[in-house]
Antibody
């Protein structure tokens, strides 16, 4: 059974850093691209970052480019999102999601999310 | 401002049919990029509802269907049930942004 479990959220001051983790189980992580998607309180979904199955390629939303870094350790079945220079507008629930291997571009499994609150 | 445009809300009575539109501009939907739909029940993570424009993952009732016409996609829900009350999002890829994009979401209310 596919499971994605996010961790690392919390309350952080503006300008500080936070590192989120996504633990994968029930499938071979090294065969799948993984995304981070966020949802600000009461708002819609916003795609944040992408890592290719082997970590050889990454993409970022313009809103986080230069501040966030996605990485993965397939040997530990984990994907990370390093978030630096955090702003109030980064406050959101952050989800990791697996990209389908059969129909590219769709997110076939999601974690339960971890809440990041950026506030002084 | 979302790259994909959805109506903010739709509503229908139990048993009725509703549709949710998702309109984009080239170069996202309407070209080589599929549209996918997600259902987000209150307080939960999104789940994949329709992938590749028209396909249902296993376990999704056939009351849910997807279609495409030009640069617009639609999600139809027939035989509305109270449990369908949720937020629905369309999603695709925008090659000009090199980004995966979501619609703004549509809140479905079952009257």
């Amino acid at each position: 059974q596919v499971h994605l479990v996010e961790s690392g959220g919390g309350v952080v001051q503006p300008g500080r850093s936070l590192r989120l983790s996504c633990a994968a189980s029930g499938f071979t992580l090294s065969s799948y691209a993984i995304h981070w998607v966020r949802q600000a309180p009461g708002k819609g979904l916003e795609w944040v970052a992408f890592t290719l199955y082997d970590g050889s390629n990454e993409y970022y939303a313009d809103s986080v480019k230069g501040r966030f870094t996605i990485s993965r350790d397939n040997s530990r079945n984990t994907v990370h999102l390093q978030m630096n220079s955090l702003r109030a507008e980064d406050t959101a629930v952050y989800y990791c999601a697996r990209e389908s291997a059969t129909v590219g571009g769709s997110f076939d499994f999601w974690g339960q999310g971890t809440l990041v609150t950026v506030s002084s | 401002q979302s790259v994909l445009t959805q109506p903010p809300s739709v509503s229908g009575a139990p048993g009725q049919r509703v549709t949710i539109s998702c309109t984009g501009s080239s170069p996202n939907i309407g070209t080589d990029y599929h549209v996918h739909w997600y259902q987000q029940l209150p307080g939960t993570a999104p789940t994949l509802l329709i992938y590749g424009n028209t396909n249902r993952p296993s376990g999704v009732p056939d009351r849910f269907s997807g279609s495409m016409s030009g640069n617009s996609a639609s999600l139809a829900i027939t035989g509305l049930q109270a449990e369908d009350e949720a937020d629905y999002y369309c999603q695709s890829f925008d090659s000009s942004l090199s980004a995966w994009v979501f619609g703004g979401g549509t809140k479905l209310t079952v009257l």
